[in-house]
């Protein structure tokens, strides 16, 4: 056999390697969506994350179904010595699928694997040398939590501080092949008004940050747009009323690309 049909035989097994992964995976997601949400799953919601008693029945299903998507796609490793449980996946899958939630997108396609470890872990090396961290968010597919900060961040869903949030607002970011602060929108004219708000809040918080100011915001993102990016959105979903009284046309321009109003939760 000559190289070239070699090349077109190789090339036809990876095509249809591809196709059965596609097949395999949509079998998969359809087996997930088939069966009934677990009674023990939704325990875990009403104990870990309190939004979720005041959704609506409409989003409580649709956050059913992103959850059970997102278990059957994304597989889940525990590092440190730490055994993965039901209450962990279904913590960590519901609050990275209500950014999902009222939107189209079925999300995070890059996505493979969430490492989780029991509490916050040392990373060596780096340009800032060895530090402590909570969670990270990678662009080769994967996202790193704390699991003690994970519950932390959803029992606590008032203080404007979400670790899986964050990391998976970073995904969210990330799906362009950029960290830069600007997911996927939905229409190109959303950019220019997006980058005039975002550009314009995000300085006001360099400056805050550098006088010592507080602000609704945490500092942290006054580090880059990615990390305002992601710390926005720790803000939005967790102090829905402070970011739309203080920060009005940020809050909008969030409110359009997530599709949901948190303050309707907030009143519960």
Known sequence: MNAYWIFVVLGGLCVGCLLFSRAHRRAKRRLALAQPFPDEWVQVLTSNLPPYTRLTPELRRELHHGVQLFLADKSFEGCGDLAITDEMRVTIAAQACMLL??????????????LVYPSAYVVEGGATGRSTRLGESWGRGIVVLSWSDVKQGAYNFRDGRNVTMHEFAHQLDQEDGAADGAPVLERRSAYSTWAKVFSREFQRLQGRARKGRRSVFDNYGATNPAEFFAVATETFYEKPRQLQ????????????????????????
Do not use: I, N, Q
């Open 101 to 114: 939630l009222g939107r189209a997108d079925s999300g995070y396609r890059r996505l493979r694997t969430v």
């Open 245 to 268: 009284k203080k920060h009005p046309e940020l809050y909008e321009e969030l409110r359009g690309y997530y599709c949901v109003d948190p303050v309707e939760w907030a009143r519960g």
